[in-house]
């Protein structure tokens, strides 16, 4: 059962980088690790998900290390709209997402 | 064209009524879920079907009752309602069943219900 544990909340400011850390200390070896991202009156929506090192898409990149015990979330030069809560998801024993309460990220003008 | 869909987005109703909420994705995907959004923003797990065969059934009431006719749609029932199940039902679709690397979920937008 690979349980994460991210902040509970962040703030940061319009252009900034900003980089949510998880742990995951029990990640099973084939596991891969899964970010989302939920707007309020939203269904969450995928933004990345990787198994080691580093992966980058349009939105985001994702880094994790050797040991892969943790990930980092990194979102380049964040926008007013890029407040929401950002869940760092580990798997079940059926393969499931685990949901934990995210993390809160305010943006600020 | 929205990929997955439900309706109502809100519902209120009083205790003890029976109500739906009805689902559908046209991404053609061979999975769809059933999960529930509590005031605390914890998401779990409800239902999880493949290909219109129920393959997850998380620990729920029996009043929980999921349909799906074909595998573009998955229905929930809810029977009997009661105060604490009141919450966000979000519905979701993916193309694999579950992986190690198990692929994007899309979500719906949520239906939001209210049991006074």
């Known amino acids: 059962l690979a349980k994460t544990t991210q902040p509970i909340s962040m703030d940061s400011y319009e252009g900034q980088e900003v980089n949510i850390t998880c742990s995951h200390n029990?990640?099973?070896?084939?596991?891969?690790i899964t970010w989302y991202q939920q707007f309020p009156s939203q269904g969450p929506r995928f933004i990345i998900q990787?198994?080691?090192?580093?992966v980058t898409n349009e939105v985001a990149s994702l880094f994790i290390p050797a040991d892969r015990k943790s990930s980092t979330l990194s979102l380049p030069r964040v926008s007013l709209s890029d407040t929401a809560v950002y869940y760092c998801?580990?798997?079940?024993?059926?393969?499931?997402?685990?949901w934990g309460a995210g993390t809160k990220l305010i943006i600020k003008p | 064209d929205t990929a997955v869909s439900q309706t109502p987005k809100y519902l209120v109703t009083q205790m003890g009524n029976d109500k739906s909420i009805k689902c559908e994705q046209n991404?053609?995907?061979?999975?769809m879920y059933w999960y529930k959004q509590d005031s605390k923003k914890f998401l779990k797990i409800m239902f999880s079907?493949?290909?219109?065969?129920?393959?997850i059934n998380e620990t729920v009431p029996n009043r929980f009752s999921p349909k799906s006719p074909d595998k573009a749609h998955l229905n929930l029932h809810i029977n009997s309602l009661e105060l604490g199940d009141s919450a966000v039902y979000f519905c979701?679709?993916?193309?694999?069943?579950?992986?190690?690397?198990?692929?994007?979920?899309?979500f719906g937008e949520g239906s939001r219900l209210t049991v006074l």
């Open positions: 998801l580990g798997l079940d024993s059926n393969y499931q997402l685990i």
């Open positions: 029990n990640i099973a070896t084939n596991d891969y």
């Open positions: 990787g198994y080691k090192t580093k």
């Open positions: 991404l053609g995907h061979d999975t």
């Open positions: 079907y493949n290909n219109k065969e129920l393959i």
């Open positions: 979701a679709s993916s193309q694999d069943e579950g992986s190690a690397n198990t692929g994007e979920l899309f």
